[in-house]
């Protein structure tokens, strides 16, 4: 069987990025697949991304960044500024083509959309978007008739589990595992008080800085809590996550009939890009391979939702509904940034997402335009209460 398809790669100097072009890198071994990357689109980093499109014949690009793009030379066509992963996937996408889409944060639903409307198949690393934009994203494709599959490892596991179930009746539940990040067992106010580098020191998953940071808090959980609401369609009473430190068992579907499939393999993240990118064939892969002789037990714990309160966050997410999700990342990606620059503490990430969240009413979502609405509304109060904790004495949201 010959598999050919054009590419699009939007985030491809990111960690996601970097593991698609290793996954195209040793497709070119594989005779039975022809792959080709037609475009290629980055946030900041020009150079990496001239140094990808010379390494792969790619004749269109964008770089989010303009002004680093205007110092770069290339002989093909940059677009180049906030809107460039939109008109990139524009004037090249063609029906039938894939997209992977691995921006990071709700920056990404716009060219995500475009993608969809131009009646590409999407690889979908770009969580956020379906946190925020879900409502819009999951019937657009519908409409369209294109293919959304999931790259994250817990929904690529799902997904893989669901093959051949054509009800969604037949499930009772899904769980998603995850890792518990560094602070796993670590009492409530060790966690509030932790650094950054402490946070960005994941213990099983090597990943870019946002989702690390959302790792730790178990941000990720929850958005990957909403994530799975929007692409199985199922209520949030029905997903659950359970902490699996080792990273092996990626996911569980647990059927009515009492039966429950679950996805294995080592924690890397070329397996489930792979998948999405040759879904619905399987080929031979380039990551490692299960040591069944070193494995000797799989572990299981229960979330500690006092020290992590974001996962039940999720539901009550998916309970309220309409904006309610554009508000819960945006408030997420502005809390991380400010972290990250040590502006708050830790523990102020979730408070300032609970800020917004009851400080925001969810309102119903007929167009993108209301989760560009919720989204800008919910990044200025997180804004404005950050200002006001910086400009205070020390207290319980920041650092010193
Ligand atoms: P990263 O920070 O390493 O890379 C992000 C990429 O997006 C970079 O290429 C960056 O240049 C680009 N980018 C950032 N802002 C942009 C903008 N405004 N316009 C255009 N491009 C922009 O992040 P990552 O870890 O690769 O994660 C990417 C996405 O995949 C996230 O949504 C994340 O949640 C998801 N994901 C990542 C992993 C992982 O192992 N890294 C696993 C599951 C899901
Ligand atoms: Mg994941």
Redo the contacts with the bound molecule.
């Keep these: 069987m010959q598999v050919s398809r054009r590419v699009i790669l939007?985030?491809?100097?990111?960690?996601?990025?970097?593991?698609t072009l290793d996954v195209l890198r040793h497709m070119r071994d594989l005779p039975e697949l022809e792959f080709e990357l037609v475009g290629l689109?980055?946030?900041?980093?020009g150079d990496e991304l001239l140094k990808q499109a010379k390494e792969f014949g790619v004749r269109d690009i964008?770089?989010?960044d303009a002004e680093v793009a205007s110092g770069l030379q290339f002989d093909g066509t940059l677009h180049a500024g906030?809107g460039?992963?939109r008109d990139l996937v524009e004037s090249i996408a063609r029906p039938g083509d894939l997209v992977v889409a691995?921006?990071?944060?709700s920056?990404?639903i716009d060219?995500v959309m475009a993608a969809i409307d131009a009646g590409c198949d999407i690889a979908l690393?770009?969580?956020?978007?379906l946190v925020a934009a879900g409502s819009i994203v999951m019937p657009r494709a519908a409409e369209r008739g294109v293919h959304l599959i999931p790259?994250?490892?817990e929904h690529n596991a799902i997904y893989q589990c669901l093959r051949g179930c054509d009800s969604d009746k037949e499930i009772r539940r899904i769980v998603i595992t995850a890792s518990g990040g560094p602070f796993r067992g670590m009492d409530q106010e060790t966690v509030r008080n932790a650094t950054p580098e402490e946070a960005l020191a994941h213990p099983t998953?090597?990943?870019?800085?946002?989702?690390?940071i959302?790792s730790a808090s178990m941000m990720?959980k929850a958005?990957e809590v909403i994530e799975a609401h929007w692409l199985f369609g199922l209520s949030s009473d029905r997903i659950e996550v359970i902490v699996h430190p080792q990273s092996i068992v990626h996911s569980f579907v647990e059927y009515v009939d009492g039966s429950v499939l679950a996805q294995m393999g080592p924690p890397d993240?070329k397996t489930p890009i792979q998948y999405a990118m040759t879904w619905p064939h399987r080929m031979e892969g380039c990551s490692d391979r299960m040591d069944w002789e070193s494995l000797q037990s799989l572990v299981f714990e229960q979330l500690d939702h006092d020290v992590f309160p974001p996962v039940k966050m999720a539901h009550e997410v998916i309970e309220r509904g309409g904006t309610a999700g554009a508000v819960f990342n945006a408030a997420n990606e502005v809390a991380v940034e400010a972290f990250l620059n040590r502006q708050i503490l830790f523990g102020g990430i979730h408070d300032l997402v609970r800020e917004a969240l009851d400080g925001i009413p969810a309102q119903e979502v007929h167009s993108l335009a209301d989760i560009e609405g919720a989204d800008a509304a919910a990044r200025a109060l997180v804004r404005e209460r950050i200002g006001e904790l910086m400009n205070r004495p020390a207290t319980m949201g920041e650092n010193k």
């Excluded at 690393?125 to 978007?129: L, M, S």
């Excluded at 998953?205 to 690390?212: A, N, P, T, Y």
């Design positions: 939007l985030g491809s100097t990111g960690s996601i990025g970097q593991s689109g980055a946030g900041t980093r964008s770089l989010a906030a460039s992963a691995a921006i990071v944060g920056a990404g060219a690393a770009n969580k956020e978007t790259v994250d490892s998953w090597d990943m870019g800085q946002k989702i690390s959302d990720n958005l993240m």
